[in-house]
Protein backbone atom coordinates (compact mmCIF):
# COMPACT_ATOMS: atom_id res chain seq x y z
CA UNK A 1 0.00 0.00 0.00
CA UNK A 2 1.64 2.99 -1.21
CA UNK A 3 -1.14 5.72 -0.47
CA UNK A 4 -2.54 7.85 1.74
CA UNK A 5 -6.08 7.92 1.84
CA UNK A 6 -7.97 11.08 3.03
CA UNK A 7 -11.79 10.55 3.70
CA UNK A 8 -14.40 12.40 3.19
CA UNK A 9 -13.32 13.60 -0.58
CA UNK A 10 -15.99 16.68 0.04
CA UNK A 11 -17.37 18.19 3.50
CA UNK A 12 -20.19 20.64 3.70
CA UNK A 13 -20.82 22.17 6.83
CA UNK A 14 -22.13 25.17 9.08
CA UNK A 15 -20.26 27.37 11.12
CA UNK A 16 -21.55 25.72 14.18
CA UNK A 17 -21.02 22.58 12.95
CA UNK A 18 -18.27 20.28 14.19
CA UNK A 19 -16.18 17.52 11.51
CA UNK A 20 -13.42 15.81 11.12
CA UNK A 21 -11.23 15.04 8.60
CA UNK A 22 -9.28 11.59 8.64
CA UNK A 23 -6.40 10.45 6.35
CA UNK A 24 -4.79 7.37 6.86
CA UNK A 25 -1.52 5.55 5.37
CA UNK A 26 -0.11 2.11 5.70
CA UNK A 27 3.49 2.96 4.78
CA UNK A 28 5.26 2.85 8.06
CA UNK A 29 5.70 7.18 7.74
CA UNK A 30 6.26 8.01 10.93
CA UNK A 31 5.76 12.13 9.92
CA UNK A 32 2.17 13.02 9.11
CA UNK A 33 1.22 16.27 7.86
CA UNK A 34 -1.64 18.74 7.35
CA UNK A 35 -1.40 21.70 4.29
CA UNK A 36 -4.50 23.72 3.38
CA UNK A 37 -4.71 24.91 -0.07
CA UNK A 38 -6.83 28.13 -1.68
CA UNK A 39 -7.89 28.27 -4.76
CA UNK A 40 -5.00 28.84 -7.30
CA UNK A 41 -2.74 28.98 -4.50
CA UNK A 42 0.16 26.49 -3.36
CA UNK A 43 -0.47 24.26 -0.15
CA UNK A 44 0.39 25.55 2.97
CA UNK A 45 1.49 23.38 6.00
CA UNK A 46 -0.64 24.04 9.25
CA UNK A 47 0.39 21.00 11.30
CA UNK A 48 3.14 17.95 11.26
CA UNK A 49 3.22 14.95 13.34
CA UNK A 50 6.52 12.90 14.16
CA UNK A 51 6.29 9.57 15.80
CA UNK A 52 3.02 10.14 16.92
CA UNK A 53 3.87 13.91 18.48
CA UNK A 54 2.64 17.05 17.19
CA UNK A 55 6.29 18.89 16.02
CA UNK A 56 5.03 21.85 14.25
CA UNK A 57 1.78 23.96 14.78
CA UNK A 58 1.96 26.99 12.06
CA UNK A 59 0.29 29.12 14.21
CA UNK A 60 -3.23 27.78 13.04
CA UNK A 61 -6.81 28.71 15.18
CA UNK A 62 -7.86 26.80 17.59
CA UNK A 63 -10.62 25.98 15.73
CA UNK A 64 -8.64 23.52 13.67
CA UNK A 65 -7.57 20.66 16.07
CA UNK A 66 -4.80 17.85 14.57
CA UNK A 67 -5.35 14.20 16.49
CA UNK A 68 -3.03 11.20 15.91
CA UNK A 69 -4.38 8.32 17.67
CA UNK A 70 -1.73 6.27 16.26
CA UNK A 71 1.41 6.12 13.55
CA UNK A 72 -0.93 5.45 10.91
CA UNK A 73 -4.11 7.91 10.89
CA UNK A 74 -4.16 11.36 11.30
CA UNK A 75 -7.43 13.28 12.28
CA UNK A 76 -8.28 17.26 11.78
CA UNK A 77 -11.37 17.97 13.97
CA UNK A 78 -13.22 21.21 12.79
CA UNK A 79 -15.58 23.66 15.05
CA UNK A 80 -16.87 26.92 14.55
CA UNK A 81 -15.34 27.40 11.12
CA UNK A 82 -15.45 30.85 9.22
CA UNK A 83 -16.54 30.46 5.63
CA UNK A 84 -13.02 31.76 4.65
CA UNK A 85 -11.81 28.19 5.94
CA UNK A 86 -13.13 26.79 2.90
CA UNK A 87 -10.39 25.05 0.74
CA UNK A 88 -8.90 21.89 -0.20
CA UNK A 89 -7.38 20.33 3.09
CA UNK A 90 -3.98 17.75 1.79
CA UNK A 91 -2.97 15.29 4.26
CA UNK A 92 0.81 13.88 3.32
CA UNK A 93 3.21 11.31 5.12
CA UNK A 94 7.38 10.94 4.71
CA UNK A 95 9.70 8.18 5.80
CA UNK A 96 11.92 10.07 7.90
CA UNK A 97 12.16 13.38 9.27
CA UNK A 98 12.46 16.78 7.87
CA UNK A 99 16.21 16.92 5.75
CA UNK A 100 16.16 13.40 6.05
CA UNK A 101 13.32 12.45 3.91
CA UNK A 102 13.96 9.19 2.21
CA UNK A 103 11.55 9.11 -0.66
CA UNK A 104 9.72 12.54 -0.69
CA UNK A 105 6.23 13.46 0.88
CA UNK A 106 3.04 11.58 -0.49
CA UNK A 107 -0.13 13.39 -0.51
CA UNK A 108 -3.72 11.98 -0.17
CA UNK A 109 -6.07 13.44 -2.59
CA UNK A 110 -7.51 15.99 -0.49
CA UNK A 111 -10.97 16.68 1.06
CA UNK A 112 -12.63 19.97 -0.56
CA UNK A 113 -13.95 21.35 2.50
CA UNK A 114 -17.17 24.50 1.97
CA UNK A 115 -17.74 26.04 5.39
CA UNK A 116 -21.60 27.76 4.88
CA UNK B 1 8.95 37.25 0.49
CA UNK B 2 8.36 33.79 -1.75
CA UNK B 3 11.46 31.42 -0.63
CA UNK B 4 10.63 29.77 -3.67
CA UNK B 5 10.41 31.58 -7.49
CA UNK B 6 8.93 29.64 -10.60
CA UNK B 7 8.53 30.09 -13.29
CA UNK B 8 7.01 31.01 -15.86
CA UNK B 9 3.59 31.13 -13.76
CA UNK B 10 1.74 29.63 -17.01
CA UNK B 11 2.78 27.73 -20.26
CA UNK B 12 0.80 27.03 -23.39
CA UNK B 13 2.58 24.51 -25.75
CA UNK B 14 1.57 22.53 -28.43
CA UNK B 15 1.22 18.87 -28.33
CA UNK B 16 4.74 17.37 -29.34
CA UNK B 17 7.03 20.10 -28.07
CA UNK B 18 9.79 19.82 -25.56
CA UNK B 19 9.05 22.88 -22.48
CA UNK B 20 11.06 24.16 -18.94
CA UNK B 21 9.75 25.04 -15.80
CA UNK B 22 12.41 26.58 -13.88
CA UNK B 23 12.58 26.66 -9.43
CA UNK B 24 14.93 29.10 -7.65
CA UNK B 25 15.96 29.44 -4.13
CA UNK B 26 18.23 32.20 -2.52
CA UNK B 27 19.03 29.47 -0.18
CA UNK B 28 21.14 26.35 -0.33
CA UNK B 29 18.05 23.72 -1.11
CA UNK B 30 18.53 20.29 0.97
CA UNK B 31 15.92 18.85 -0.93
CA UNK B 32 14.14 19.29 -4.16
CA UNK B 33 10.75 18.16 -4.74
CA UNK B 34 8.33 18.10 -7.78
CA UNK B 35 4.85 17.64 -7.74
CA UNK B 36 2.04 17.72 -10.37
CA UNK B 37 -1.44 18.39 -9.11
CA UNK B 38 -4.98 18.43 -11.55
CA UNK B 39 -6.89 21.34 -10.08
CA UNK B 40 -9.11 20.59 -7.14
CA UNK B 41 -6.92 16.91 -7.13
CA UNK B 42 -3.61 15.62 -4.46
CA UNK B 43 -0.21 16.03 -5.36
CA UNK B 44 1.32 13.68 -7.30
CA UNK B 45 5.01 12.85 -6.46
CA UNK B 46 7.40 13.20 -9.65
CA UNK B 47 11.16 13.24 -7.96
CA UNK B 48 13.33 14.27 -5.28
CA UNK B 49 16.64 15.65 -5.86
CA UNK B 50 19.28 16.06 -2.88
CA UNK B 51 22.54 16.33 -4.53
CA UNK B 52 24.25 19.18 -6.35
CA UNK B 53 24.35 18.02 -10.17
CA UNK B 54 21.71 15.50 -9.79
CA UNK B 55 19.09 14.14 -12.67
CA UNK B 56 16.51 12.21 -12.86
CA UNK B 57 14.12 11.54 -15.38
CA UNK B 58 10.76 9.52 -15.06
CA UNK B 59 9.14 8.58 -18.62
CA UNK B 60 9.14 12.49 -20.60
CA UNK B 61 10.32 14.08 -17.32
CA UNK B 62 13.62 15.00 -16.51
CA UNK B 63 15.08 17.23 -13.17
CA UNK B 64 17.85 18.33 -12.53
CA UNK B 65 19.20 20.78 -9.56
CA UNK B 66 22.27 22.57 -10.22
CA UNK B 67 25.46 22.08 -8.59
CA UNK B 68 25.16 25.40 -6.13
CA UNK B 69 21.76 23.42 -4.97
CA UNK B 70 19.61 26.42 -5.58
CA UNK B 71 17.89 26.22 -9.01
CA UNK B 72 16.39 23.64 -10.15
CA UNK B 73 14.64 22.93 -13.98
CA UNK B 74 11.86 20.07 -14.90
CA UNK B 75 12.55 19.73 -18.38
CA UNK B 76 9.56 17.67 -20.42
CA UNK B 77 10.26 16.40 -23.99
CA UNK B 78 7.29 15.64 -26.85
CA UNK B 79 4.77 17.24 -24.32
CA UNK B 80 1.20 15.35 -24.51
CA UNK B 81 -2.28 16.59 -23.20
CA UNK B 82 -1.98 13.75 -20.19
CA UNK B 83 1.17 16.43 -19.03
CA UNK B 84 -1.14 19.22 -18.46
CA UNK B 85 -1.50 20.48 -14.92
CA UNK B 86 0.04 22.40 -11.97
CA UNK B 87 3.77 21.51 -11.61
CA UNK B 88 4.66 22.38 -7.82
CA UNK B 89 8.64 22.70 -6.80
CA UNK B 90 8.82 22.26 -3.03
CA UNK B 91 11.68 22.63 -0.65
CA UNK B 92 12.37 22.16 3.14
CA UNK B 93 12.77 25.47 4.65
CA UNK B 94 13.04 26.50 8.08
CA UNK B 95 9.66 27.18 9.99
CA UNK B 96 8.59 30.72 11.65
CA UNK B 97 9.87 29.98 14.89
CA UNK B 98 13.03 28.47 12.91
CA UNK B 99 13.25 25.03 15.32
CA UNK B 100 12.38 23.07 12.68
CA UNK B 101 12.24 22.63 8.90
CA UNK B 102 8.77 22.61 6.40
CA UNK B 103 7.78 21.59 2.98
CA UNK B 104 7.32 24.90 1.42
CA UNK B 105 5.98 25.00 -2.06
CA UNK B 106 6.68 27.58 -4.93
CA UNK B 107 2.97 29.20 -6.34
CA UNK B 108 3.47 26.62 -9.32
CA UNK B 109 3.36 26.46 -13.37
CA UNK B 110 -0.42 25.94 -14.88
CA UNK B 111 0.49 24.12 -18.10
CA UNK B 112 -1.82 23.93 -20.60
CA UNK B 113 -0.97 21.49 -23.33
CA UNK B 114 -2.86 21.90 -26.54
CA UNK B 115 -3.21 18.88 -29.08
Known amino acids: DTEVTQTPKHLVMGMTNKKSLKCEQH?????MYWYKQKAKKPPELMFV???????INESVPSRFSPECPNSSLLNLHLHALQPEDSALYLC???????????????FGSGTRLTVV | SQELEQSPQSLIVQEGKNLTINCTSSKTLYGLYWYKQKYGEGLIFLMMLQKGGEEKSHEKITAKLDEKKQQSSLHITASQPSHAGIYLCGADFPNSGGSNYKLTFGKGTLLTVNP
Open chain 1, 27 to 31: MGHRA
Open chain 1, 49 to 55: YSYEKLS
Open chain 1, 92 to 106: ASSQGEVLRIIDGYT
